[in-house]
């Protein structure tokens, strides 16, 4: 018998390991229940991360951008409106009114990192006989692909572009038939014209991206736009991405802009994660559910099995608490030993699925996140879960009548 | 000589207050000195479990009072009934039972071990001690379920001894063992009884045991014919 520990801890221990094969079965059953929660909830972190990582690499996460211009009904004497039917008036492409002074207001912002400005329209890029229908953004590289990381993208050529140099995605390029260094012509709507050389060709992942998405000095685009001196939007990120939403009601509400944060336009995205952050906490509960029944069981059976031994030790003067506890403390050790061997198949499947699942291009579906803390809430919450399942077996041993339990 | 147990007006009821109530012992009174021998005997459905029940506090009479040590337990709540039977009363059951989880060795620990909470090196060696005094030595570390019945009786025997109690409640010690084997677990129990002073109360059924005892006392349907 180990000295250091009580009377509670070694019979439990003992009844624990003669009943070892309803033991292993029943930590076996725990085993595979936390499994499944660490596999689950591992996976699920990952792919959040991922899904974060890519919305968050290739978007800013708040956009700045001019007031929506709106028609006001023409008004005769107070209560009196002379024309009652007001249509919305057309959005021209219109800069940000002092662009500059709300940008250094921005960065001046100890929440906020980088600031971007853009400038950016539709236009028509042709090369021969060619045509197609672009979206011209202009901007400074030196902040903005902080916010997108176009350089990461780039397949040919580099991203460093001057003012007579564009950068194109692979489709645009196919469609014009256009190669790294061809020269292709810019026109827009407002009157611009340029011919730019190709100095770098990207590939976004997303087919319609690469087809439309084009990159230009701010400059060239504030020429090509007829925006002189002007900037459609400013581009932040945040150092907290999930306050961006309260940071963007903030510079709205102080500032003549409209501020739209990555959470608000990405709505959908946070309603999906939502979806399956609740179907997984369903799940996790019922699967705890499950492995809690499964200790009750085994621990109300084992009650049975052994109240002779209990209506003994009662007899030569166990107190009922202590009856208790060693019925509660087996629950314990169950979902204790349960959730390491759970953690370690958990872990092992999830490298498993991991180095399996690809996406299509071959790169990993999500990224491997194996956190310690993880383990560590899991293991404690399989040991709470099994001291709460005992509780209804021990509190029926501890009130075993002697008498009764002796007599069998 | 002290008086380890004394019992007034004992009696008990079974299904108090409705209409099957039905009294199974009828006012008993018996007086145990300290180094007593005593057979109880008679019938099944006498009562005699029913008052070894209650005189090892296992159970409470419905009137009556019963003192050990002079001490009265009728006014004892459940925890300190629980504390008393494990410091004054050793148990031998006829089944034997002792808990197949552990050892010969720590089955007669068990009773110091649920009392001090802890192991400690003073009641294993008392547990050595009194697993020699009955012989059983050699099969100290053996599980309690590879025993024989003779032995596991005496196992259980040493365990009732651990505490040192002033009484040793044997419910049909011998019951369930042959003939040779009940008399080695009888002449133990003497011998203790006349070494130590342990007063025994024994239950049984074996007319030539009773005979060996000190005093015989008979249960017939619930009262004492002594």
Same mark, same amino acid.
């Given at each position: 018998m180990n000295r250091w520990l009580p009377f509670e801890w070694i019979a439990a221990v003992r009844f624990l390991l003669e009943g070892l094969l309803q033991t292993l079965v029943i930590l076996g059953g725990i085993a595979i229940g936390v499994g499944v929660i660490v596999f689950m909830s591992a996976m699920l972190a990952g792919l959040q991360a991922n899904f974060i990582k890519r919305v968050l690499t290739s978007q800013p996460q708040i956009q700045l951008i001019p007031l929506d211009q709106v028609a006001r009904p023409l008004r005769n &004497?107070?209560?009196?409106?002379?024309?009652p039917i007001v249509q919305r008036p057309t959005q021209r492409?219109? $800069?940000?009114?002092q662009w500059q002074k709300i940008r250094d207001e921005m960065q001046a912002r100890?929440?906020?990192v980088t600031v971007a400005p853009t400038a950016s329209g539709s236009g028509l890029a042709l090369r021969g006989d060619a045509n197609r229908a672009i979206t011209l953004t202009g901007m400074e590289p030196e902040n903005y692909f902080n916010i997108v990381r176009v350089p990461d993208y780039?397949? &040919?050529?580099? &991203?460093?572009?001057? $003012?007579?140099g564009i950068l194109v995605g692979t489709e645009l390029a196919n469609n014009l038939g256009a190669s790294l260094g061809d020269k292709i012509n810019v026109t827009t709507a407002q009157g611009g014209n340029r011919i730019l050389t190709i100095t770098g060709i990207f590939d976004l992942g997303n087919k319609g991206a690469n087809q439309r998405s084009t990159f230009v000095t701010l400059r060239t685009a504030q020429s090509l736009l007829g925006l002189?001196?002007?900037?459609?939007t400013l581009d932040l990120t945040v150092t907290d991405i999930y306050a961006a939403e309260n940071i963007a009601r903030d510079i709205q509400a102080s500032h003549p802009v409209e501020a739209d944060s990555w959470i608000k336009t990405n709505a959908q995205f946070f309603t999906a994660v939502q979806a399956q952050q609740n179907s997984n906490t369903l799940i996790r509960a019922f699967v705890g559910l499950s492995v809690a029944f499964g200790i009750a069981a085994v621990l109300i059976v084992s009650v049975i099995q052994r109240s002779k031994d209990i209506g003994i030790l009662r007899a030569m003067g166990t107190k009922r608490e202590q009856i208790l506890r060693v019925f509660l403390i087996q629950g314990g050790i169950l979902g204790f030993l349960g959730s390491l061997v759970g953690s370690v198949l958990g872990a092992g499947a999830l490298i498993l699925w991991h180095s399996v699942a690809r996406q299509v291009d071959g790169s990993?579906?999500?990224?491997?996140i194996i956190e310690s803390q993880l383990f560590v809430y899991s293991a404690a919450l399989a040991t709470l879960t099994g001291v709460i399942a005992a509780i209804a077996p021990a509190l029926r041993a501890a009130r075993l009548d002697p008498v009764v339990a002796i007599r069998g | 000589m002290a008086e380890v147990l004394k019992l007034e007006q004992i009696k008990k009821s079974y299904n108090?207050?409705? !209409?099957?109530e039905t009294e199974v012992l009828h006012g008993i009174d018996l007086s145990m000195q300290s180094g007593d021998f005593l057979a109880l005997m008679g019938p099944s459905g006498s009562g005699k479990s029913t008052l070894l029940n209650i005189i090892g506090l296992l159970d409470r009479p419905t009137s009556g009072r019963l003192l050990i040590n002079a001490q009265d /337990?009728?006014?004892?709540g459940d925890a300190a009934l629980t504390r008393l039977r494990g410091e004054t009363i050793g148990f031998i059951f006829q089944y034997h039972y002792?808990?197949? !989880?552990?050892?010969a060795h720590e089955n007669v620990m068990m009773p110091m071990l649920v009392d001090r909470g802890h192991p400690d090196a003073e009641m294993a060696k008392r547990a050595d001690v009194l697993l020699e005094r009955v012989g059983l030595s050699r099969w100290r570390?053996?599980? !309690?379920?590879?025993?024989s019945g003779g032995q596991q009786q005496r196992v259980a025997i040493a365990r009732a001894l651990a505490m040192n109690p002033d009484l040793v409640l044997a419910?049909?010690? /011998?019951?369930?063992?042959?003939t040779k084997s009940a008399n080695a677990v009888f002449e133990l129990m003497r011998e203790i009884n006349r070494e130590r002073g342990t007063t025994f109360l024994l239950v049984t059924h074996n007319d030539d045991l009773a005979k060996r005892c000190d005093r015989i006392v008979q249960v017939v349907d619930g009262s004492l014919a002594t």
């Open positions: &004497a107070k209560g009196t409106i002379e024309a492409v219109l $800069s940000i009114d100890p929440d906020v780039i397949v &040919a050529g580099d &991203a460093q572009v001057t $003012s007579e002189i001196g002007g900037v459609t990993e579906l999500f990224p491997l | 108090l207050g409705t !209409a099957v /337990t009728g006014r004892l002792l808990i197949s !989880a552990f050892t570390n053996n599980n !309690a379920m590879n025993m419910d049909e010690p /011998t019951g369930n063992l042959d």
